[in-house]
């Protein structure tokens, strides 16, 4: 497979993307045949290259730019997991807008967005340039802002304008983190600069824009508002694209590209600790249904940032499988919440019940992607925490591993009081759901996936073992 597959990979959503609203103005049908397979053919590509990552043969393109500028993309295990990733559960989120957006207004510039976003995502992993990293870090930042605020509404606009103002402050921080990596090194062609050490003041900068986008305390904020979005929006941000750009980018530059200081990997697993209690305290007390799934999407994230910046090869691994199982549960809780407040108009968790007779097939689809996300033994979720807590107390942290375990635990419990608040107890709506068979098979794939990621974790663990083999 010729590295060209590295341009059909970005190209074909990123451009296409523009094609959309043509689309959807002569039919309506043809525009979501598109807009899937624009999504679909990134996974796909993706998945062509990975024989050739896998056996030790990266896929690389580089073009000379005048004034003695150049880019290029390049495709290692890394950047092909972070891929196949993301792009497989856009590709379900696409399917399951089908039928959730069809009432709405706005269609298709929805579409254009959440496929220039995937595309946007594919040049972002792929790129070995620091400044086209920026371009596509700030093309994501737009895509998040107008699905924010689909509705049009006064709040709808007042958060996705919110989490425009975080999410592109933080880079422009970054930004200049980056162009001091220049000033040390010349160049901001990654492969160039591998195993420079960075000074402290350029990683600071740089945790700026990764925390901000990550969604990690105390710039966290912003994502629990941005559920004011449609649910296959939410699903989008917190599970397939926006906030696993900035663990992408911690893995990409201070794990697998450059040397940092050793006082990092206590600081940041600190932050990450302090962010795991707090959304955590605040799951516990939220009746939003989708704001207590948000919180939980902030702790999580910092299980994968613990794992990353522990300093050791297990807690790498745990960091990047757990980005992995996040992404596929946590898709599937939020567009569990989806059919919820698409059939019952209320995301108020008191106002629900008894939902699991009516809908027994969400109800299982939820019940097991929450068992990943709380670490359920045999469900993905569970090895990944395991070996993230457990590179972190091989590096020394016990009492870091100790706040961790109670973090798990926090998450048993949110979860657990939001499915029986839910799906459980007294019966306040007859809410069935047969009006939605696209959405329910959507949620029951990642379902599916969740139990089959766990029960056959040998293979991801393999996956990103190579990954963490290489860093």
Known sequence: MGSEVLLVCICVPLFGSF?????????????NAAALIFTATAFVCAALALPEVLAGTPLSLHY?????????????????????????VATIIVIYSFEYIKEYDHQNEYYMMVCLFIGTMMGLVFSTNLIFIYIFWEISAICCWRLIGFYREEITIR???????????????????????????GTFDLAAMKGTHLPAWIVILILFGVLSKSATFPLHNWLPDAGVAPSPVTSLLHAAVLVKIGVYIYARLFVNSFEIDKVFTVAVPIIAAVSALVSAGVALRENDIKRIIAYSTISQLAFILLGLSSGTEIGVLGGLLYILMHSVAKGGLFLCAGIVEHTLHTKDITKMGGLYKGMPLTALAFLFCAFSVMGIPPFGGFFAKYLVIDGIISAGNVGLGAVFIAGAVMTV?????????????ETVSDAREAGSPVMVASVVVLAILSVALGISIHWPSGFASLIGGGI
């Open 413 to 425: 419990l949110y979860l657990s009081r939001l499915f029986i608040k839910v799906f459980l107890g």
């Open 19 to 31: 094609l959309l609203p043509l689309l959807g103005m002569i039919n309506i049908k043809l525009r």
């Open 64 to 88: 000379e730019l005048p004034l003695g500028l150049s880019f290029g993309f390049y495709a290692d295990v890394l950047a092909v997991f972070m891929a196949l990733t993301s792009s497989l």
């Open 159 to 185: 958060r996705a304008n919110k989490a425009f103002i975080v999410t592109v402050v933080g880079a422009l921080i970054m930004l200049v983190g980056f162009v001091g990596i220049y000033g040390q090194t």
